[in-house]
């Protein structure tokens, strides 16, 4: 490739082009899109599974919020960036998943760095599953901790680590939806085995929250674990609740161990008022309105089973997440931009976001689709399928 001018600095990330174009031959590349705020696309890319980012009660709070508090938050949420909305939702975030505390961070992956890295450390050993979110890898990796990998989904081999380890502390970390197939995480047999060694459980509940358990209260709370006193969960509030920001819940002494010590949220502006509104508004919603949750898991169950009858490699989702396989990365890529072509927006993972390398098409349900929408979706996906005539 050639170099964008001629300046004598050119060379120092001529790297960069190198790198760029392995990308393309692999079949790669990635690029941004930008949507309209009005589009006819089917959206089976996004994850509003509660189809709440657009519910006018829920964008109006926003709204209203941001003319009263400011566009932001002005500042880290040690200094002038908790407002009472922040306090507000803390308490009805806790409250409703059945935690002691939980602190609002400015995103869920500020939200996972925050926790992982606040409670391990350089004495603690990290027990991870293979298959985690790459903002629980990066919290790993800057824990400065000793970190294994075991298995997806294994919790013989997280007893097995935890019980040769070389340190006092240890942390088991693992989603609780994986976010690429849509598994469940075993998350009793993880906690027995965390109790068995001595050893703290951090579950990323982004993919379970507001879709899983009693009303939407997520896979920790549907497996008995939220008050334990062990046992701390982390989650967004941009995936169900169709807003932005993250939040860690647990013990209180968990919560006030992050606000001194974790470095995402101590040194990051605090979340924009509208943004914690907009959650707040949805979580209120979610209460008044818990059949959404059900209608989610319905919608992704009839998308699986249909698809998997006329034919194709598909997950058997456990939330909202279906995950249908491709043969290789420049098909699904090519699979992907076909279904958006004809009207269905889905998403497209290759690697190395993946953590088996195997190229898929993810679709995320969403409890506001209909029946029309459903059979749109299956017919488009199928047609558009390689080798399909």
């Not at 969960?233 to 606000?259: D, E, F, M, N, Y």
């Not at 989702?317 to 992907?336: F, K, Q």
Request: hydrophobic share 45%; with cysteine.
């Amino acid at each position: 490739m050639t170099p964008d001018s001629n300046h004598p600095g050119d060379a120092v990330f001529g790297w960069l082009d190198e790198h760029a174009e392995d990308r393309r031959r692999a079949g790669l590349s990635r690029q941004l899109r930008p949507r309209r705020a009005e589009s006819d696309l089917l959206d089976l890319a996004g994850n509003d599974y509660l189809g709440l980012a657009k519910d006018k009660r829920v964008s109006g709070a926003a709204a209203a919020a941001t003319l009263r508090w400011g566009a932001g938050a002005t500042g880290s949420r040690l200094v002038t960036g908790s407002t009472e909305l922040h306090s507000e939702l803390e308490y009805e975030l806790a409250r409703f998943c059945g935690t002691q505390a939980a602190l609002v961070f400015s995103s869920g992956f500020a939200a996972n760095l925050g926790a992982v890295t606040s409670l391990s450390g350089k004495n603690c050993s990290i027990v991870t599953d293979a298959n985690i979110h790459a903002s629980l890898i990066d919290g790993c990796r800057l824990a400065r901790a000793e970190v294994a990998v075991v298995a997806h989904r294994d919790p013989a081999a997280v007893a097995r680590a935890l019980a040769t380890r070389r340190t006092e502390r240890a942390v088991v970390v693992t989603d609780s939806v994986f976010s690429v197939d849509g598994d469940l995480a075993p998350l009793p047999e993880l906690a027995a085995a965390c109790r068995e060694h001595g050893a703290a459980l951090i579950a990323d509940d982004a993919h379970g929250f507001g879709v899983l358990g009693d009303g939407g209260r997520g896979a920790v709370h549907a497996a008995g674990l939220a008050r334990d006193p062990d046992v701390v969960t982390t989650l967004t509030l941009s995936k169900a609740l169709g807003a932005q920001g993250g939040a860690v819940l647990g013990p209180r002494r968990v919560i006030r161990h992050l606000v001194e010590n974790a470095r995402s949220f101590i040194f990051d502006t605090g979340l924009a008022p509208g943004s914690v509104a907009a959650a707040l508004a949805a979580l209120n919603l979610l209460k008044e309105e818990p059949e959404r949750p059900g209608r989610a898991l319905a919608v992704a169950l009839t998308l699986a089973e249909r698809l998997g009858a006329a034919g194709l490699s598909v997950s058997e989702p456990t939330a909202a997440v279906v995950s249908v396989r491709a043969p290789s990365p420049e098909v699904a890529l090519t699979w992907s931009d076909d279904c958006r072509a004809a009207g269905v927006w889905v998403g497209c993972f290759r690697p190395p976001s993946v953590p088996d390398q195997v190229s898929r098409l993810r679709l995320t349900a969403r409890a506001d689709l209909t029946e029309g929408e459903i059979d749109r979706a299956v017919e488009v996906i199928t047609r558009c399928a390689p080798g399909a005539s």
